[in-house]
């Protein structure tokens, strides 16, 4: 290499480099050692992790069952190192699973059209509040305070320089519910939509038709999100919004420590050109055959320019691929023994620990116990018991309250171990 380029040794082909920036003396590494060293290592710190510890978190990550099929699916090199499906007559079956992915998306959400598909849960609130400006030419969001905090934040972000008013209204005390005095109270003629999220951060379910009715009649939008997809295969889908945005990690996809996931967005057919991100559809070759391509890709990199409706610039089909297969694979009544499974498990451990709100919840809600929730979960760590998220932190109004999780992966021995250690 340094005969092709004319050099006679690496330190000119660093001597452009200031003298004083060079570190004149070898990497403070440690000498190589053999694959089965570097095995071995691994394992050893594999070791140190929370393994075999039962968890009540929950809080927008869930901790669901992965059947192993779907690593088996998405690890085949053709999903694997695929990218943007750009040329559709050589990416038909990438564009395939992500047109099925849509597909059930709309099954579960009830609505006509699914983009493929955002990011996350997260960004695709602020994503459909933007859609929401678009259409109705309105520049005010009104989002529930009970919406996830960290989703909050995100739509915060993304307003700050997109000339968006952000105002929250409130959840009634004893409930947990949308406080909907409150939301009449700041509804008026500049409000492009409300956002509601259901089953809400305390795991509460909500009336999203009440919402959608006074949102409608003020001339706004309803966004309805979910965290939790695994409760769509219990509660009505959320037909009487406009728009849903929401997150499938409970789909085959890992907690991963918060990520990758796979948000997404869909809407009533009339508002399917202002979704940000692609759409696929299905079409026939020219010889009669089914064939698939991007229908509609309003991205700033397309044609669209400074006309996009966002600068989304890939999807995340590798993880939206998880959520197809685990679709699949449970099917309709798959996912509502599922979500029975999550409900019946919730309303066992509601039972030995008394929710905080009254409620309906689905597979989470909020307990104050009589101790600082720092003990309790310091109590059950040594009893490898991983304990519920501490409230205080984003609603320091309720005090000493926890978030408690159970899925249909929590233990009846495990819960009966938290109730003790809570009381």
């Known amino acids: 290499m340094l005969a092709a380029c004319g050099l006679a040794s690496a330190d000119e082909l660093f001597s452009q480099i200031p003298a004083e920036a060079r570190l004149q003396r070898p990497l403070a590494l440690a000498d190589g050692i053999s694959e089965y060293e570097i095995v071995d290592y691994f394992k050893s710190l594999a070791a140190q992790n929370a393994n075999g510890y039962a968890s009540f978190l929950g809080a927008g ?13 998405v690890s085949r090199g053709e999903f694997l190192t695929s990218y943007t499906p750009y040329q559709s007559e050589i990416s038909q079956g990438t564009l395939m699973t992500i047109f099925e992915f849509q597909t059930m998306v709309c099954q579960l959400t009830g609505m006509d059209v699914a983009n493929a598909s955002m ?30 905090p960290e989703y909050r934040e995100v739509l915060a972000t993304y307003a700050r320089n997109q000339g968006m008013q952000i105002e929250e209204f409130g959840f009634d005390r004893a409930t947990g519910q949308i406080d909907f005095a409150d939301l009449e109270s700041r509804l008026d003629k500049g409000t492009a939509c409300v956002i509601i999220q259901s089953p809400n ?24 999100t979910f965290t939790e997809a695994a409760s769509l295969g219990i509660l009505e889908p959320p037909r009487d919004a406009d728009i849903v945005a929401g997150e499938l990690q409970s789909f085959a996809i890992s907690p991963s420590y918060g990520g990758p996931f796979a948000g ?50 890939t999807n995340q089909a590798l993880i939206a691929l998880m959520a197809t297969v685990y679709m699949e694979l449970y099917g309709k009544r798959g996912l509502r023994e599922l979500a029975e499974q999550n409900l019946a498990k919730a309303h066992y451990l509601g039972s030995k620990v008394k929710p905080l709100f009254s409620g309906p919840y689905f597979n989470e809600f909020a307990a104050v116990p009589a101790k600082p929730v720092e003990e309790i979960n310091a109590q059950l760590l040594e009893k ?10 984003f609603y320091p109004e309720l005090g000493n309250a926890v978030l408690l999780c159970a899925t249909e992966m929590t233990k009846r021995a495990d819960m009966d171990t938290l109730a003790e250690v809570m009381a």
């Open 61 to 73: 990550v869930y901790n669901h069952y992965r059947p192993v099929v779907v690593d088996t699916v």
């Open 119 to 148: 990011y996350d849960g997260s960004t695709a609130i602020p994503e459909a509040a933007m859609m929401a400006e678009r259409i109705t030419g309105r520049h005010k969001a009104l989002v529930a305070r009970s919406a996830h």
């Open 201 to 224: 951060f305390f795991g509460i379910v909500e009336d999203a038709k009440k919402a959608a009715a006074m949102a409608h009649a003020a001339g706004a939008l309803l966004v309805f």
């Open 264 to 313: 997404i967005m869909a809407a009533k057919e009339k508002y399917v050109r202002q979704l940000p991100g692609r759409l696929v559809g299905e079409s026939k070759d020219s010889e009669g055959n089914r064939a698939f391509c991007l229908t509609l890709a309003t991205r700033e990199q397309h044609i669209r320019r400074e006309k996009a409706t966002s600068n989304i610039c």
């Open 384 to 393: 490898k018991i991983i304990g519920g998220l501490p409230l205080a932190k």
